[in-house]
């Protein structure tokens, strides 16, 4: 089965994440900063940072175009975010008064496998049975891309400092945009080593079937993020 992509909701999905990334690099200075309630902004940062790489996630997904109708079982998505969430919460722990090596390491490889978990079983939420495999070397690729993704964000996100001159804007901005690159090579990498059989179709139980609904996901994602990043910029 054919498949191909919308390109502007693809650039869309990495306006998300490199919008995803700032928001975490700013985030961890808050949770850094806090000697109160540092607990809330960890649960605040996981929730801001996991909802927007799921919702760069199901950009991606809702972009991809295939010849048949493109649906998603609602428990399973959801639960995807739910993962995507549980593994930013641990990144930020992690990384709540510095990070040491093993305990970079570890966060990292945690992180990778939530994010695998949620691009995986965002992608088992189409329910096509039989009609979706994987090519083995770009799924393990993107695991790896995705290992290089969490690690390098946690460094990017403990290295940088709070400075509202020029160069510490434009060094946020740009490592915002490392982060986004990272993570949409992850997800479009995993796309690639999907192979949709002939005959596959989504499951007509799905109940997210609606592109409006989907797309006011994606939306609602983009805004969590937003709102949380101007908090976080609050001094």
Request: charged share 10%.
């Amino acid at each position: 089965m054919d498949k191909h992509y919308d390109i502007l909701l693809v650039v869309y999905s990495f306006v998300i994440a490199s919008l995803t990334g700032y928001c975490g690099i700013e985030m961890t200075s808050r949770v850094r900063r806090a000697t109160e309630n540092k607990w809330v902004w960890i649960g605040a940062a996981a929730v801001a940072f996991g909802t927007g790489v799921w919702g760069m996630h199901f950009m991606g997904m809702v972009a991809l175009m295939l010849p048949v109708p493109v649906t998603f079982d609602t428990g399973i998505t959801f639960a995807s975010w739910a993962v995507a969430v549980l593994v930013s919460g641990i990144g930020f722990y992690v990384i709540r008064n510095g990070v040491r090596v093993g305990s970079w390491l570890l966060a990292s490889a945690l992180m990778a496998t939530g994010v695998c978990l949620m691009h995986y079983g965002g992608m088992y939420a189409m329910q096509m049975g039989d009609g979706l495999t994987y090519r083995p070397v770009l799924f393990w690729i993107s695991a790896a891309i995705a290992f290089g993704a969490s690690a390098a964000a946690l460094l990017i996100m403990t290295w940088l400092r709070d400075s509202e001159r020029w160069p510490g804007i434009l060094a946020r901005l740009g490592a915002a945009m490392v982060m986004g690159l990272a993570v949409t090579g992850m997800h479009y990498t995993g796309m690639a080593a999907a192979i949709f059989g002939p005959g596959a179709y989504c499951s007509p139980a799905n109940g997210l079937s609606n592109a409006a609904t989907i797309l006011g996901l994606v939306i609602g994602a983009t805004a969590v993020v937003s709102i949380s990043q101007w908090s976080a910029l609050l001094r």
